[in-house]
């Protein structure tokens, strides 16, 4: 017997792009957390902590960057449904004297997931202390961008191993 090959939710019969229809889902709290970690150079990093970069402070703006993105999923993914999100937080850390990491959390009460919502969240405050330190080094590396645990819905409680 051969085991049933997963289905692609977003496709039609044909093959065709097609927002999915949740109308007959339950609505339940969901939850999703993804990261992301820049690299930069050192002097980079000492100006994010130590507040001298030029356009203000960096963590902060990225912070509001990802949840602005993150209520913002729906017209960067176009088949992402728009959700009304509970709860949106960025964290950022610094890794060592050449790294950022930063981790979004999102929480929704709604027929559908936030895993989207939240890697677009990180992905967004990643992408805005690059814009906000290139002057200092245009070098700077983004990546590992990863959901890292989701909440909720018919698939469950999932955390990358």
Same mark, same amino acid.
């Given at each position: 017997?051969?085991?049933?090959?997963? &289905?692609?939710?977003?496709? %039609?019969?044909?093959?065709? /792009? @097609?927002?999915?229809?949740?109308? +007959?889902?339950?609505? *339940?709290? =969901?939850?999703?957390?993804?990261?992301?970690?820049?690299?930069?150079?050192?002097?980079?990093?000492?100006?994010?902590?130590?507040? &001298?970069?030029?356009?203000? %402070?960096?963590?902060?703006? /990225? @912070?509001?960057?990802?949840?602005? +993105?993150?209520?913002? *999923?729906? =017209?960067?993914?176009?088949?992402?449904?728009?959700?009304?999100?509970?709860?949106?937080?960025?964290?950022?850390?610094?890794?060592?004297?050449?790294?950022?990491?930063?981790?979004?959390?999102?929480?929704?009460?709604?027929?559908?997931?936030?895993?989207?919502?939240?890697?677009?969240?990180?992905?967004?405050?990643?992408?805005?202390?690059?814009?906000?330190?290139?002057?200092?080094?245009?070098?700077?590396?983004?990546?590992?961008?990863?959901?890292?645990?989701?909440?909720?819905?018919?698939?469950?409680?999932?955390?990358?191993?």
């Amino acid at each position: 017997m051969t085991a049933k090959k997963p &289905s692609l939710t977003h496709l %039609d019969d044909q093959g065709r /792009a @097609r927002m999915v229809d949740v109308g +007959a889902k339950d609505v *339940t709290q =969901r939850r999703a957390v993804a990261s992301g970690r820049i690299q930069m150079s050192s002097d980079a990093l000492h100006a994010i902590r130590d507040g &001298s970069v030029p356009k203000g %402070d960096v963590l902060a703006v /990225a @912070r509001v960057a990802g949840i602005q +993105a993150a209520k913002e *999923t729906s =017209r960067w993914i176009p088949l992402c449904h728009p959700l009304p999100l509970d709860k949106v937080s960025i964290e950022c850390e610094f890794i060592g004297d050449n790294a950022v990491e930063v981790r979004a959390e999102v929480r929704v009460t709604a027929k559908t997931g936030v895993e989207m919502e939240a890697l677009t969240a990180a992905t967004a405050s990643l992408l805005t202390i690059y814009d906000m330190c290139k002057a200092i080094d245009r070098g700077m590396t983004i990546e590992t961008v990863q959901l890292i645990e989701k909440e909720g819905g018919r698939s469950g409680h999932w955390i990358r191993k």
